[in-house]
DNA sequence: AGGCTAACAGACAGGTCTGTCTACTGCTGT
DNA sequence: ACAGCAGTAGACAGACCTGTCTGTTAGCCT
């Protein structure tokens, strides 16, 4: 149970929101903690307290990015039907959503992975997100019946990450749909 | 002519390197004008002659990207032979070159764009350079009879988009490789 | 020779950023 | 009742960043 007196959710909660919709819109580095304390309404203290550096405060973002994303792949193929070839094809409605919300800014973990250094944990969390998607993705295609479904999964994924990554520029739908077609055009000659 | 003593081009053109060198690799919000000067080995006052602003740095710095990469995206286009068909899928190589160059981190405009704010110059500039590399593509899609050139184009650049963003995390030539052979399929299926 | 121009060298102002620290407040469990 | 805890409020240090300004040096053209 929360203490204190918590208008909406616990500190943590709120400067967790607040670093969410401030790291997507201008990228972490764009955003000082202090705008951070600002709109969460939360006392500077509180919050080094529970995010000793502000990478720890990156690193949550990209979890809750990370379980928000993926959780919307899922769901859109489920959505799909049961037939893992229709999944595969069906996962890419989950970019047109993406990019049909506002403010919708491209794919926050590439936008993120940009601006910090190689070999930090930023970049490591960004692969191991790219990775367990991939393997996901991977899976379906192998009981999707692909011959090699590494290859299907390197390919979709590719789709993806394109369609995420112009997302900076431009969260035009005929994106979403020209992949997905591609999708449906590489799934069919795969699964041939 | 170039005045005063110049130990390897101008002035101008030795600031141009290092910020293309330096902006590549930390992107240019994480290098300070202070780092440019000092290894470009150039005074101060004529850094800001040159570019008044550090955006018309960077302004400079996709240009010259744009330049590069545009190149090396037609060249490998030319190199695969005189069908456009083949040109289409030829293109695909420049990517294979990018991933093995060392030093490879992804595509600067897309890395520069995550790290800017929505409506500035650098974004514009990225559109402009996303916009030309398609109307090309959109050409010689036209000049193999795709039935739909607007498509098949959107579908070939976001599979390049796609390489190029996650070669921010992983320049596995596998990836240019996957890109690659999406393309045969997809230009295959447009002129069935 | 002398003026013009490009460049060098570096101090400086004003702002922003991260992270630390002190002092205070109020709820909660024992 | 009271200790402990979670939070508030905000000053502060130290680094860094952009952009300006002053003064000096050296080649080039007339």
Redesign the pocket.
Same mark, same amino acid.
């Given at each position: 149970? %929360?203490? &204190? @007196? /918590? %208008?909406a959710g616990?500190? =943590?909660d @709120?400067i967790l929101e607040t670093a969410f919709r401030l790291f997507y819109a201008h990228g %972490? =580095? #764009?955003? #000082?903690?202090? /705008?951070?304390i600002a709109e969460s #309404?939360?006392? +500077?203290?509180?919050?080094? +307290? &529970?995010f %000793? =550096? +502000?990478?720890d405060l990156v690193l949550a973002y990209l979890d809750r990015v990370d379980q928000a994303w993926f959780g919307a792949l899922r769901a859109a193929a489920r959505d799909a039907g049961d037939e893992p070839r229709d999944q595969l094809v069906g996962m890419f409605d989950a970019l047109a959503g993406a990019c049909r919300r506002d403010g919708y800014h491209g794919c926050a973990f590439i936008n993120t992975a940009a601006e910090s250094p190689a070999g930090g944990p930023v970049h490591a969390r960004t692969v191991e997100h790219k990775t367990v998607v991939r393997a996901w993705v991977t899976e379906l295609a192998r009981q999707a019946g692909a011959a090699d479904p590494e290859l299907l999964a390197r390919q979709l994924t590719l789709l993806l990450d394109g369609g995420l990554a112009s997302g900076v520029l431009d969260g035009d739908p005929v994106i979403a749909d020209a992949a997905r077609r591609s999708a449906r055009t590489l799934v069919d000659a795969a699964l041939r």
């Amino acid at each position: 149970m %929360p203490a &204190h @007196r /918590t %208008p909406a959710g616990s500190a =943590r909660d @709120r400067i967790l929101e607040t670093a969410f919709r401030l790291f997507y819109a201008h990228g %972490p =580095r #764009g955003v #000082g903690v202090d /705008t951070v304390i600002a709109e969460s #309404g939360v006392a +500077k203290a509180t919050l080094y +307290k &529970h995010f %000793p =550096r +502000k990478d720890d405060l990156v690193l949550a973002y990209l979890d809750r990015v990370d379980q928000a994303w993926f959780g919307a792949l899922r769901a859109a193929a489920r959505d799909a039907g049961d037939e893992p070839r229709d999944q595969l094809v069906g996962m890419f409605d989950a970019l047109a959503g993406a990019c049909r919300r506002d403010g919708y800014h491209g794919c926050a973990f590439i936008n993120t992975a940009a601006e910090s250094p190689a070999g930090g944990p930023v970049h490591a969390r960004t692969v191991e997100h790219k990775t367990v998607v991939r393997a996901w993705v991977t899976e379906l295609a192998r009981q999707a019946g692909a011959a090699d479904p590494e290859l299907l999964a390197r390919q979709l994924t590719l789709l993806l990450d394109g369609g995420l990554a112009s997302g900076v520029l431009d969260g035009d739908p005929v994106i979403a749909d020209a992949a997905r077609r591609s999708a449906r055009t590489l799934v069919d000659a795969a699964l041939r």
